[in-house]
């Protein structure tokens, strides 16, 4: 009998093709991965975020002699002054809607009207928070106006605004690749825990040892499933955000196709945590808490939701250790900024890096049977 | 069927668990075209054996050629040529049938009619179910119908008919029967005697991991009767077993 030699190829593809029809009709699989990332975008995107401080920059030739800048540098005035090392660094940074505004304070010019004068600069880009600081600006000089200064006869006057041009800054913007992140961590731990644990429980994986296909196309084959399903789930989310939510896309496609590059990093990492917990649970009930493990605080300090600066320093560290925390750095940098993804390698690499780290240990406990 | 070839050869097999030994040196052969049957109760070492045979278990020592082919150093060229049915094999619960067999027809490599195939183990009504919907002896004939996929030369089935019931077990020794005439070997475990006697050519008996008797099962019954043995009570022609599939009906139900 001639027959052509045996492909693992064909093989492993088999495995994909049962395992990703497999995923799609288990409704835990759809739920974690779109339906609770969309629930809370829409949750969240309607909460919006309430900002304590708000973040100023603070040309650095103003005049810091007078009494508007001690009130505005004091502990409590709910505005926390920025000063760049360039005057074009601290504009980028307000097109990118990182800062309220841009204040500058004008020495007092006596020979004219003896008045300190305020240039503001706004940027739509900033939203909410630049009016909020206009008028918090507004009512501290209608204040020291009436009250009178120590200085005799100073009077702060506001020129009118500039408004500069930047790109509409939305909450969705910031929800987004943040639920994206999250949507494919607890894809990629919960999905390969719970597929790869039943499957040797159940014995399937032994079915297939005693077929001629390798270990590692197994594994690879269900790895490509769990791949494929979650880059739809992305596409989803990313499209779905898009056009009913009005996500910003900078560069349009380039940005789309740079988001689901990097959730597909995302999702390789996250799957060797799944490896992990399946290996290491004793039995199924102990999958979610091992998971969960893995999960909440990520889900909570990473930046999903809340940005890290408004935690406290000791949590940032925390943060800071995280691999979700670079993951959704990145994702945002891209879709915000526009950033390529050389622009981010320095959060890749510390993904990778955890990636590697933990496939490492993956192999230590991974079990077969 | 042709005694003279020998297409399983074990010899002097030994496999410990730790310092637990489960299989003590076990020899035995198994010929071209016959049913044999390793028979012995739970814990014996008949899935031990079963599974070292189907490389999916490395032995201690001994030696095991499969059609000529040593498991330690030919197990992928093994694989393709045995059909195996694990005790209690599950498959991805949420696909139907024909996408299992499509599945298992890419592991194999091998080009299928699905739909003949599922016919031949009686399941063709049941192509769209999905395989969680399926009963238990529906199960144990799709996982056969999986043995059968690479055409293989030797099917190993390892208690097929635990937890059927009595239909359902007549009707997978008709298609294990059917198997063997169309020229594959088979290799089946069980715990049933009537089972044994009913269906296989030969069988070996294992007890504690050593093969304690080897023959036909006839010829084991009549050195039993010539050693001076008589069963208690009289046998009567029929037992409650052959009143049952009287009264309920011999033919395939879809239990």
């Known amino acids: ?369 | 069927m042709n005694p003279s070839k020998t297409i399983i050869s074990v010899k002097e097999l030994v496999k410990s668990y730790g310092t637990l030994p489960a299989v003590k040196g076990i020899s035995f052969e198994v010929y071209e075209g016959e049913i044999f049957g390793l028979l012995g109760p739970n814990g014996a070492g008949k899935t031990t054996t079963l599974e070292i045979m189907e490389t999916l278990r490395s032995k201690t020592s001994g030696e095991v050629l499969i059609n000529g082919l040593n498991v330690d150093t030919h197990p992928q060229e093994i694989k393709k040529i045995i059909g195996v049915q694990l005790q209690a094999a599950g498959y991805y619960p949420g696909l139907t049938l024909l996408e299992l067999m499509q599945l298992f027809s890419g592991l194999y490599n091998r080009k299928i009619n699905k739909m003949e195939m599922l016919a031949a183990v009686g399941l063709q009504d049941k192509a769209k179910a999905k395989h969680k919907e399926l009963s238990g002896g529906q199960k144990q004939r799709f996982s056969i119908a999986t043995t059968l996929i690479n055409n293989p030369k030797i099917i190993f089935l390892d208690e097929p008919t635990t937890g059927l019931d009595p239909q359902a077990r007549r009707n997978l020794w008709d298609l294990i029967r059917q198997i063997r005439d169309n020229g594959t070997t088979v290799v089946i475990t069980t715990h049933y005697m009537d089972e044994a006697e009913n269906l296989c050519d030969r069988v070996g008996v294992i007890e504690s991991g050593k093969i304690i008797a080897m023959d036909t099962p006839d010829k084991l019954i009549d050195n039993l009767i010539a050693s001076g043995f008589e069963r208690k009570k009289e046998v009567k022609k029929a037992n409650l077993e052959d009143v049952f599939l009287s009264l309920t009906g011999k033919e395939w139900k879809d239990e």
Not at chain 1, 157 to 179: C, V, W
Not at chain 1, 248 to 270: P, R
Not at chain 1, 317 to 339: H, Q
């Open chain 1, 1 to 369: 009998m001639n027959t052509p030699p045996y492909s693992q190829f064909q093989a492993t593809l088999a495995i994909t093709r049962a395992s990703l029809k497999s995923i799609f009709r288990s409704p835990s699989a759809v739920i974690f991965s779109l339906m609770f990332p969309l629930i809370f975008i829409v949750v969240f995107g309607f909460i919006g975020g309430g900002n304590i401080s708000v973040d100023v920059g603070f040309d650095k030739t103003s005049d810091t002699t007078n009494v508007l800048y001690k009130i505005l540098a004091g502990e409590n005035s709910g505005v926390n002054l920025v000063t760049y090392p360039t005057a074009a660094e601290m504009t980028a940074d307000l097109k990118k809607g990182n800062t309220a505004a841009i204040i500058s304070i004008l020495p007092i010019d006596n020979l004219k009207d003896g008045k300190v004068k305020v240039n503001l600069q706004l940027c739509d880009a900033s939203g909410r928070n630049g009016k909020i600081f206009q008028s918090q600006l507004n009512a501290i000089i209608s204040t020291v106006n009436s009250m009178g200064t120590p200085i005799a006869d100073m009077k702060i006057q506001m020129n009118q605004p500039t408004e500069i041009k930047g790109r509409a800054y939305k909450s969705i913007d910031f929800i987004l690749p943040g639920q994206l992140g999250f949507s494919l961590l607890a894809s990629g731990v919960f999905g390969t825990a719970f597929v790869f644990f039943s499957l040797r429980q159940t014995l399937v994986l032994k079915r297939f040892f005693a077929t001629p296909i390798k270990r590692s196309g197994i594994i690879i084959g269900e790895a490509i499933a769990r791949l494929i399903f979650a880059m739809m789930g992305s596409m989803v989310i990313i499209l779905i955000g898009r056009f009913a939510f009005g996500f910003t896309l900078i560069h349009g496609f380039t940005t789309f196709l740079n988001m689901i590059a990097l959730s597909a990093l995302g999702l390789i990492v996250f799957m060797g945590f799944g490896f992990v917990v399946s290996g290491l649970a004793k039995n199924e009930s102990s999958i979610p808490p091992f998971a969960n493990l893995i999960t909440m605080p990520q889900f909570l300090l990473a930046g999903t939701f809340f940005s890290i600066q408004n935690f406290p320093h000791w949590l940032q560290y925390v943060s800071y250790a995280l691999p979700l925390t670079y993951l959704n750095d990145a994702m945002r940098k891209i879709a915000f900024e526009g950033a390529g993804l050389w622009d981010v390698h320095h959060q890749i690499l510390i993904v990778v890096l955890w990636g590697v780290g933990i496939y490492l240990l993956a192999i230590k406990v991974f079990r077969w049977e």
